[in-house]
C-alpha cells in the first residue's frame, strides 16, 4: 500500500536556524506531492506543491522543497525559521490516477523565540 | 478565494445521539468533497470521498451505517455520526476540490472537535 513517511515527529529550533523536514514515499508511479502546514487553532494550509515540471518548488512564507524522483523524497527546507513557523507540517501525496490523499504522520516544528 | 467552512467547530454530545457535521464550499462548486478524521499525534485519516449526486466511497474500516454521508448539492456534503460513542471522540475535517480544475489540489475546512460522553 501507498504510504507517506515523516521522518521527525517533533522538532525544536531557535529563530534564525535552518530547517529541513524529511519526507519520503512509497509509491513506483506518478506522484502529486505537497506539503500542507497546520497554526494552532488553524485549519490546513498549502505550504506548496509539485504536479511537474522543476523539482524544486518555491511556496509561500519562505519555504521550498525538492523532489529528488531517485530517492523518493520530497524534502521541505527553510534557511532561515520564524517563531510565527511554530506549526505542525504535513507532507502529502495523491496518485494520479485518483483524488486521494495519503498524509504523513507530520512533524510538529517549534520555534524558539 | 477557495474558502471551506465546517459547523460546528466543537460540539459535545451524549453517547447514543446522532451528531451532523456540515462542509460547505463557500466561494466555488465541489463535484468531490473528502472527509478526515484526525487523531492526536496521528496522520489524517481519510474516511470517505463524497460525491454530488452519487453514493460516498468508504475507505476500508468505516462503517458506512455509521458515518452517514450526504452530498446534497455542490457547495454542501454532510457527515452524521450515528449512534455515537465516547471511541467516535475526534476531530473530524473536510476538504473540497474545485469543480472543473485539471489539478487535484483540495481546500480544507477548519475541522470539527467531536466529544462524545
Request: with cysteine.
Amino acid at each position: 500500500a501507498q504510504s507517506v513517511s515523516q521522518h521527525n515527529h517533533h522538532v525544536i529550533l531557535s529563530e534564525a536556524a535552518s530547517l529541513e523536514l524529511g519526507c519520503n514515499y512509497s509509491y513506483g508511479g506518478t506522484v502529486n506531492l505537497f506539503w500542507y502546514v497546520q497554526y494552532p487553532g488553524q485549519h490546513l494550509q498549502l505550504l506548496l506543491k509539485y504536479f511537474s515540471g522543476d523539482p524544486l518548488v518555491k511556496g509561500i512564507k519562505g519555504f521550498e522543497a525538492e523532489f529528488i524522483k531517485s530517492k523518493f523524497s520530497f524534502n521541505l527546507r527553510k534557511p532561515s525559521v520564524q517563531w510565527s513557523d511554530t506549526a505542525e507540517y504535513f507532507c502529502a501525496v495523491t496518485l494520479n490516477r485518483d483524488d486521494k490523499i495519503i498524509f504523513g504522520k507530520g512533524t510538529r516544528l517549534h520555534i524558539l523565540p | 478565494g477557495a474558502v471551506v467552512s465546517q459547523h460546528p467547530s466543537r460540539v459535545i454530545c451524549k453517547s447514543g445521539t446522532s451528531v451532523k457535521i456540515e462542509c460547505r464550499s463557500l466561494d466555488f462548486q465541489a463535484t468531490t468533497m473528502f472527509w478526515y478524521r484526525q487523531f492526536p499525534k496521528k496522520s489524517l485519516m481519510l474516511m470517505a470521498t463524497s460525491n454530488e449526486g452519487s453514493k460516498a466511497t468508504y475507505e476500508q474500516g468505516v462503517e458506512k451505517d455509521k458515518f452517514l454521508i450526504n452530498h446534497a448539492s455542490l457547495t454542501l456534503s454532510t457527515l452524521t455520526v450515528t449512534s455515537a460513542h465516547p471511541e467516535d471522540s475526534s476531530f473530524y475535517i473536510c476538504s473540497a476540490r474545485p469543480s472543473g480544475r485539471m489539478s487535484n489540489e483540495q481546500f480544507f475546512g477548519p475541522g470539527t472537535r467531536l466529544t462524545v460522553l
